[in-house]
RNA sequence: GGGCCGGUAGCUCAGUGGUAGAGCAUCGCACUUUUAAUGCGGUGGUCGUGGGUUCGAUCCCCACCCGGCUCACCA
């Protein structure tokens, strides 16, 4: 809560001031022609003769976040979040009552103007006022104008500062909202259908995570914050919806970092007769057209470097990768084989220096080698594809090799943005896999998958050959955004509890 | 959770074992086309919190709180 010092309590003596003046000090409204923002799209471009021929006349509203005062000429910097426009107040040209109002104006205080638009000396459009009312008090000092809000932590803990003082800030949540309008009208345009899947399942499946846990009272039922939605949009394939999407939050109970927010959102979009092969090509098209969009450009800056969202993408074999840089590291040719085979595969993770779980089978190894050998290299969009079965239970098989799902990760910026795969709809298997994961939970991994018994029920109703994709929305805006922290691309994003 | 860095005026930041500093903001005066307006003068501080060392701590030590980066886990 603010402190009682002079800047707060001038802020107060300005407001009595105003009462005093007969003021209403929280109008209900202010009737007004323009939106500065509109008002600098009309004329922002047109030249001072132009202008003040036509003499244009206009009434708009917004927050003050400059005041240069001359005694009887003054100028005011009023913004409507996304636009900012100068006010000439000359004592002259108002009436008395609103003079004082102005004297008693403070930075932050929301006005209405009433004026006609003219250029200055110096060219800037600018509203001559004839009338300006109050609209709102600013009661605590807003951050400083030069420098603005430096402060991280308040930036996230008080974004609606961060959006009065930086720009910038306003313009990342702008570019989130156009990407996922984007991504809607790509997927509208081919005929998948919005849905919405609880959020509080019984089971928290679709995801290798640890879940949040609630509880409902009136069933006396444990409950868990979806760790994705995939079960249930999947369900959807069985019940006939051929094409379904859905963008919301996930919810997972891990650690906090540049890339992880514990609610985040996701897309994912499941495709019936279709593969993970599709799925690419499908991927390439809709992220070249979003970044369009957004940016204006499929070549995006991010870190300094320019992204290339063109089609198509690098595609990388997992194990053939894997192979690849650990031969180039251990100076010997590494056989794929070798990642197949646990004794083998652990002996090569220890040969190259990367710290694995007693646990882990060839497959989590292979997995963890591909992270640590070629996740931070992958700045430019490539598909990883082929993963091993053992880290995917919900992806179909190779027909070829069983111990291969037809499943890809899209890598972009150094870190993981997009996973896909053809679907497993046989029930049978199905639950062969969840049965594994209760083994692997028995062992001690709290990340493995729980056994779903209403799931594995639906696939034996018979599921269309399908194909999926879960796409991460606040790291593709990071990338399109040129954001390095996932707290840049969400308004309020999760902080620890302060102590007031 | 580990490592590193940080927390001083409303904001952005300097700084010192001995009465706490600047710029912006704010207040006063001057100024009718300025735009980081300008000039002159003022106000403003529990130096993150709690202990300890010391004649004396904002400074040194310890613990804790909050944050950033990073490693681990994850998307």
């Given at each position: 809560?603010p402190?009682?010092?002079?800047?707060?309590?001038?802020?107060?003596?300005?407001?009595?001031?105003?009462?005093r003046?007969?003021?209403?000090?929280?109008?209900?409204?202010?009737?007004?022609?323009d939106?500065?923002?509109?008002?600098v799209?009309?004329?922002g471009?047109?030249?001072?003769?132009?202008?003040e021929?036509?003499?244009?006349e206009?009434?708009?509203?917004?927050?003050i976040l400059?005041i240069?005062?001359f005694?009887?000429a003054?100028f005011?910097?009023?913004?409507?979040?996304?636009?900012?426009?100068q006010v000439?107040?000359r004592?002259?040209?108002l009436?008395?009552?609103?003079?004082?109002?102005?004297?008693?104006?403070d930075?932050?205080?929301?006005?209405?103007?009433?004026?006609?638009l003219?250029?200055?000396?110096?060219?800037?459009l600018?509203?001559?006022?004839?009338?300006?009312?109050?609209?709102?008090?600013?009661l605590?000092?807003l951050?400083?104008?030069?420098?603005?809000?430096?402060?991280?932590?308040?930036?996230?803990r008080?974004?609606?500062?961060?959006?009065?003082?930086?720009p910038?800030?306003?313009r990342?949540?702008?570019?989130?909202?156009?990407?996922?309008?984007a991504i809607r009208?790509f997927l509208d345009?081919?005929g998948?259908?919005e849905?919405e899947t609880?959020?509080?399942?019984p089971v928290?499946?679709?995801?290798?995570?640890?879940?949040?846990?609630?509880?409902?009272n009136?069933?006396?039922?444990?409950?868990?914050?979806?760790i994705?939605?995939e079960?249930?949009?999947?369900?959807?394939?069985?019940?006939?919806?051929?094409?379904?999407y859905?963008?919301?939050?996930?919810?997972r109970?891990?650690?906090?970092?540049?890339q992880?927010n514990?609610e985040?959102?996701?897309?994912?979009?499941y495709?019936?007769?279709s593969?993970?092969?599709?799925l690419?090509?499908m991927?390439?098209?809709?992220?070249?057209?979003?970044?369009?969009?957004?940016?204006?450009?499929?070549q995006?800056?991010f870190?300094?470097e320019t992204?290339?969202?063109?089609a198509p993408?690098?595609?990388?074999?997992?194990?053939?990768?894997?192979a690849?840089?650990?031969?180039?590291?251990?100076?010997?040719?590494?056989?794929?084989s070798?990642l197949?085979?646990r004794?083998?595969?652990?002996?090569?993770?220890r040969?190259?220096g990367?710290?694995?779980?007693?646990?882990?089978?060839?497959?989590?190894i292979?997995?963890?080698?591909?992270?640590?050998?070629?996740e931070?290299?992958l700045?430019?969009?490539t598909?990883?594809?082929?993963?091993?079965?053992?880290?995917s239970?919900?992806?179909?098989?190779?027909?070829?090799?069983p111990?291969?799902?037809?499943?890809?990760?899209?890598?972009a910026?150094?870190?993981?943005?997009?996973?896909?795969f053809?679907?497993?709809?046989?029930?049978a298997?199905?639950?062969?896999?969840?049965?594994q994961?209760?083994?692997?939970?028995?062992?001690?991994?709290?990340?493995?998958?729980?056994?779903?018994?209403?799931y594995v029920?639906a696939l034996?109703y018979?599921?269309?050959?399908?194909?999926?994709?879960?796409?991460?929305?606040?790291?593709?805006?990071?990338?399109?955004?040129?954001s390095?922290?996932?707290r840049d691309?969400?308004?309020?994003?999760?902080?620890r509890?302060r102590?007031?």
């Amino acid at each position: 809560m603010p402190q009682d010092n002079d800047l707060l309590v001038q802020r107060r003596a300005n407001l009595e001031a105003l009462a005093r003046l007969g003021v209403d000090l929280y109008p209900r409204q202010f009737d007004r022609t323009d939106t500065v923002t509109r008002l600098v799209e009309a004329h922002g471009e047109r030249p001072k003769e132009a202008l003040e021929a036509e003499r244009v006349e206009t009434r708009t509203s917004g927050r003050i976040l400059a005041i240069r005062s001359f005694g009887k000429a003054n100028f005011l910097v009023i913004s409507d979040g996304r636009s900012r426009v100068q006010v000439y107040v000359r004592k002259d040209s108002l009436p008395d009552l609103d003079f004082q109002v102005f004297s008693l104006l403070d930075l932050g205080d929301f006005v209405g103007v009433g004026g006609h638009l003219f250029r200055t000396k110096t060219n800037e459009l600018t509203i001559w006022a004839s009338s300006l009312t109050f609209l709102a008090k600013c009661l605590v000092p807003l951050p400083e104008k030069w420098h603005g809000l430096q402060d991280v932590e308040i930036r996230y803990r008080q974004r609606y500062l961060d959006l009065i003082v930086t720009p910038e800030s306003g313009r990342v949540f702008e570019a989130r909202s156009r990407t996922l309008k984007a991504i809607r009208t790509f997927l509208d345009a081919r005929g998948f259908l919005e849905v919405e899947t609880p959020m509080m399942q019984p089971v928290a499946g679709g995801a290798l995570a640890r879940p949040f846990v609630t509880h409902h009272n009136a069933l006396d039922m444990t409950l868990y914050l979806r760790i994705a939605p995939e079960l249930y949009l999947k369900r959807l394939l069985v019940g006939g919806m051929e094409r379904v999407y859905e963008i919301n939050r996930n919810f997972r109970n891990e650690g906090i970092s540049t890339q992880h927010n514990p609610e985040f959102t996701m897309l994912e979009f499941y495709q019936a007769y279709s593969h993970y092969l599709e799925l690419m090509t499908m991927t390439e098209e809709m992220l070249s057209e979003v970044a369009r969009a957004v940016t204006g450009s499929d070549q995006v800056t991010f870190g300094g470097e320019t992204i290339s969202f063109a089609a198509p993408f690098r595609r990388l074999r997992m194990r053939e990768a894997v192979a690849e840089e650990a031969s180039r590291r251990i100076g010997r040719g590494v056989a794929e084989s070798e990642l197949r085979d646990r004794a083998s595969a652990r002996d090569l993770a220890r040969r190259l220096g990367i710290e694995i779980d007693p646990g882990m089978g060839p497959g989590k190894i292979t997995a963890a080698l591909f992270e640590a050998l070629w996740e931070r290299a992958l700045v430019q969009p490539t598909f990883v594809y082929d993963f091993p079965t053992e880290v995917s239970p919900l992806s179909k098989q190779r027909a070829d090799d069983p111990d291969t799902v037809e499943r890809f990760e899209l890598y972009a910026g150094g870190f993981e943005l997009a996973n896909a795969f053809s679907e497993l709809n046989d029930p049978a298997e199905q639950r062969r896999r969840f049965e594994q994961q209760l083994a692997e939970r028995q062992k001690g991994d709290a990340e493995a998958h729980e056994m779903d018994e209403d799931y594995v029920r639906a696939l034996e109703y018979g599921m269309p050959p399908a194909g999926g994709e879960g796409v991460g929305i606040d790291r593709l805006v990071m990338l399109l955004t040129d954001s390095r922290s996932i707290r840049d691309v969400i308004l309020f994003p999760l902080m620890r509890a302060r102590k007031e």
